[in-house]
């Protein structure tokens, strides 16, 4: 099976502190990096995790809040320093010009690579990425300003032949990718074979969600339905309830509501806030919605 | 006496390792904060060290390469988000502006102080800085852009008086400010009491240098000559000599010759090149011309 593991860089919130980073998380698809948001500190946080910058493919920034943006100057420096000449596309809210244009005009000729900042539309499902054996979407949140979740995919892989089935029949090699897709098969004397006797199916795709800034918002169960595992903000604990609404966070409650509402496999939570100084309560609030609740830590490792 | 003491944020140069921060380093005199320098992650620094993010007075830029300033941007947040008021004066070349203004904008009616860039000129000794006990001067280093160096000096303090003294001559309160200032004393029979034998002096005014980023440039002894402590960038080994020239850094080497040409008290060397997993050989090659150096470290305290 090939790999698909998310790596937490960063799971702190607006307030950096001793415990956690800003957010930033990495997303290893078949040996392609993927990272999602890049708050300070991020390329430090690779170094520290043996993250390899040479495969890092893009970057998906969910807002323009600045703990989820101020380790782009510093990882575009040193990916330059490392000489890296493939193009850098960075996916964001539009405004993301506003902040980057100067410094990639300060820096100018002197990088070595070209950035590409791709629009996200601030709305429902959209396809903004796809590769052979991947897919991205992101979705609408609710928070503060602009704010897109993200949904990673992997596309359906064609199903398995059997080895024996192709020795039995003597299926000739040109006919094995039909049949893979689903083709059944005729022998030389006529009789037909069916496809499920010849293929067992491959492994379903693996779905992986972060949705980190938002307030409570039911609106997004649909999009995230079933997913091997979210990653959900828990900015606060139900005390801060409040809080919560007020500043369009959620709390690790609200988190695990979702999770129980979208049925998806796992919840890992995040973005917690820098008031506290140990996140077991938070964990046990979630757990009473959704026992298969994780708390992020950074350098937690994800295997989907 | 008044406290006065260096604390090392990080100590690395252009590329981050797991050794080393980029360039920053906080200035306490007397309970005031001056920072010099601020990389990527140096508010995640300040909060390891424990250094009072209240206590932040100015901010003194040697140059604008990204590894000396893209720590502002979420250190400017955070004093936001812990809701400062007082203005925040930072010091810095004039092209500052195209890289702050457009963030400053960005961040906009939501920033809790003022931001006020004040532009250094590419000199020689330049007074920058100037408090009832203190005075910075910047001066110019040679880099590949105009980079600056930074003198902290304390003024002179008035002499101290002799407690016993007063009282033997009963010298009336109102006179004692300018015998500490030096002036004489006369007694009531008409008898001149020497200053000197009133008083002792304070301690000499304690000085700090930093200079880095820059190639070996012996113009700048006279304006750091016996300084208590030197910080002085060693980028380089011996071995890597040509390469210093080529980029306008220096060797450990280089830096100690500096050092004892200007008569310093100590030598501490940083901006360590990435390439380097320890550091001892660039400060035995140090000490073979300057012995009183020692290597900076990510939390050195260095009081004067």
């Known amino acids: 099976m090939t790999k698909f593991e998310v790596t937490i860089l960063g799971c702190g919130s607006a307030m950096p502190t001793t415990l956690h980073n800003p957010p930033s998380q990495l997303v290893d698809v078949n040996e392609k990096l993927f990272m999602i948001d890049c708050g300070e500190g991020t390329q430090l946080q ?18 323009l809040h600045g703990d989820h943006i101020f380790g782009l100057p510093g990882l575009i420096s040193t990916l330059s320093l490392l000489g890296r000449t493939g193009d850098l596309n960075i996916y964001a809210h539009k405004e993301i010009e506003l902040l980057l244009k100067p410094l990639i005009r300060y820096l100018g000729h002197n990088l070595s690579f070209k950035i590409n900042l791709i629009p996200i539309q601030p709305d429902g ?3 903004i990425y796809e590769n052979k054996s991947l897919r991205v979407h992101s979705f609408l949140l609710k928070h503060r300003m602009d704010t897109n979740g993200f949904l ?51 492994a379903p795709p693996r779905r992986y969600a972060y949705c980190s800034d938002t307030a409570f918002n039911p609106a997004i169960v649909s999009y995230i339905s079933g997913v091997d595992v979210l990653y959900h903000e828990a900015t606060f604990a139900d005390s801060e309830t409040a809080r919560a609404k007020e500043t369009f ?11 129980k509402e979208a049925g998806v496999k796992k919840l890992v939570i995040g973005h917690f806030s820098s008031r506290y100084n140990e996140m077991q309560h938070l964990l046990l609030e979630a757990q009473e919605e959704f026992p298969q609740t994780e708390l992020a830590y950074e350098g937690m490792v994800i295997e989907l």
């Open 249 to 259: 966070h959620s709390t690790a409650r609200q988190a695990a509501v979702i999770a």
């Open 46 to 63: 690779m170094r520290k995790y043996k993250a390899r910058m040479s495969k890092l493919h893009s970057i998906f920034i969910s807002h």
């Open 152 to 202: 990673f995919e992997e596309k359906e892989s064609p199903r398995h032949i059997i080895r024996e089935m192709i020795d039995f029949y003597q299926i000739p090699v040109k006919q094995i990718q039909r049949i893979k897709a689903g083709d059944d098969f005729v022998t030389a004397e006529g009789n037909v074979i069916k496809n499920n006797i010849l293929t067992y199916p491959s």
């Open 125 to 127: 499902l959209q396809l």
